[in-house]
């Protein structure tokens, strides 16, 4: 493929959108406190369905997880269709590249951390990002979605260059719409999404790439300057974030009250719905421009989004090292200060390793050229 000037794969100065730093920051707090929930509520120490309504939203915090592929798909489409509308092609060297830098490092670290803690030989496993499950607990708990985003990374820049060609363009809406049809299908046999064997294919891009199309899609559209019926008309934006918001907020109580695998039996299409939902206030948020943008919108959480994909990797085995032994423990009372110290020192790791990504993004970037132009509004 051709060169472009374009950093694939790369944020690019002209196209930064603080809003996705703030929304990639709300999405790792979620996930965060998802897992809070979960070791806390060890033993059957609180019931969900009876806890007050802010704890059964943090109880469907791995909503998360479905943003962070929503704004994948959101980031990473946007090279494609500039220089499709350009006439230019995307390097795919400089995009696998560019990923490579930005999710390896780190991830590579935490898998011998795993390994040199826990001596477990499957963590080797995770290297070529094969799914472990819970083979390297507590540490391999959030890398299934790493084994998805390679996915998509893989699949994404042949398939945009598919939508180039003619027979390339009936190729990939044979093999998109065989995709959706077995999507649908499987999601509908109950016995397939309660069988233990089928969670990888669930997590797989096979069950999760409706988030991922969801985002390139709302990329494409703001591109190519099809949502300005959204964004230069500020009621109707607030009328859909309230709506989206909402809804979201309600499906994630009845998830966090119903439990995941019930949850799923009676909404299959639940990661699905909410990825849409996502999406709706994503393109929202491009566009706000009152105090209630700066209510979800601003430097703090922008802070959150920098060290998202560091705090991502450390905070599950922080929590399970500081706070397991003590809840197992402890007679009904909840370890306040310990909980307090665990956050603390997620978010200390975190620090150093999100300042590191940034230096490898900037150190990338410098070794190409900026595109001309950039997306304003």
């Known amino acids: 493929m051709e060169s472009s000037s374009a950093p694939a794969g790369l944020?690019?100065?002209?196209?930064?959108?603080?809003?996705?730093?703030?929304?990639?920051?709300?999405?790792?707090?979620?996930?965060?406190?998802?897992?809070?929930?979960?070791?806390?509520?060890?033993?059957?120490?609180?019931?969900?369905?009876?806890?007050?309504?802010?704890i059964?939203?943090?109880?469907?915090?791995?909503?998360?997880?479905?943003l962070f592929f929503v704004l994948s798909g959101f980031l990473l489409v946007q090279p494609f269709v500039l220089a499709a509308g350009s006439g230019e092609r995307v390097d795919v060297v400089k995009f696998y590249s560019a990923r490579i830098l930005r999710v390896v490092p780190l991830y590579y670290l935490a898998i011998l951390v795993a390994w040199w803690i826990t001596g477990k030989t499957a963590a080797f496993k995770a290297l070529l990002f094969i799914p472990v499950g819970f083979e390297v607990f507590p540490f391999s708990v959030p890398?299934?979605?790493?084994?998805?985003?390679?996915?998509?990374?893989?699949?994404?820049?042949?398939?945009?260059?598919?939508?180039?060609?003619r027979v390339g363009r009936w190729l990939v809406v044979v093999a998109g719409l065989s995709w959706l049809v077995l999507h649908i299908y499987f999601f509908l046999q109950p016995q397939w999404l309660v069988d233990h064997r089928n969670d990888w294919i669930q997590s797989s891009i096979f069950g999760r790439g409706p988030a991922f199309l969801v985002g390139g899609l709302c990329g494409w559209v703001y591109l190519?300057?099809?949502?300005?019926?959204?964004?230069?008309?500020?009621?109707r934006q607030a009328l859909l974030a309230a709506v989206s918001l909402a809804a979201l907020l309600w499906l994630m109580r009845w998830y966090?009250?119903?439990?995941?695998?019930?949850?799923?039996?009676?909404?299959?299409?639940?990661?699905?719905?909410?990825?849409v939902l996502w999406g709706g206030l994503l393109?929202?948020?491009?566009?706000?421009a009152n105090w209630v943008k700066g209510l979800f919108i601003n430097p703090l959480f922008n802070h959150f989004g920098s060290i998202s994909y560091s705090l991502y990797l450390v905070h599950v085995p922080v929590q399970f090292y500081l706070?397991?032994?003590l809840v197992a423990s402890a007679d009904g009372a909840l370890p306040v200060l310990q909980t307090l110290a665990a956050v603390v020192v997620s978010f200390l790791v975190s620090w150093g390793g999100g300042d590191t990504l940034l230096q490898v993004d900037r150190a990338a970037f410098s070794q190409t050229q900026s595109p001309p132009g950039g997306v304003q509004r």
Not at 256 to 275: I, N
């Open 11 to 54: 944020r690019s100065p002209q196209r930064y959108l603080p809003q996705l730093e703030s929304l990639r920051g709300w999405a790792i707090i979620l996930v965060v406190l998802f897992h809070y929930v979960g070791i806390l509520g060890t033993g059957g120490r609180f019931s969900f369905e009876s806890s007050p309504v802010w």
């Open 56 to 66: 059964q939203i943090m109880a469907a915090g791995n909503t998360g997880v479905t």
């Open 143 to 165: 890398w299934w979605s790493l084994c998805t985003e390679l996915q998509f990374y893989i699949l994404l820049p042949w398939i945009m260059l598919g939508l180039r060609y």
């Open 224 to 235: 190519r300057q099809g949502c300005s019926w959204l964004l230069d008309y500020p009621r």
């Open 256 to 275: 966090g009250m119903t439990g995941q695998k019930l949850a799923l039996t009676v909404m299959p299409f639940y990661h699905d719905v909410e990825a």
């Open 283 to 288: 393109l929202c948020s491009l566009g706000l």
């Open 323 to 325: 706070l397991y032994p």
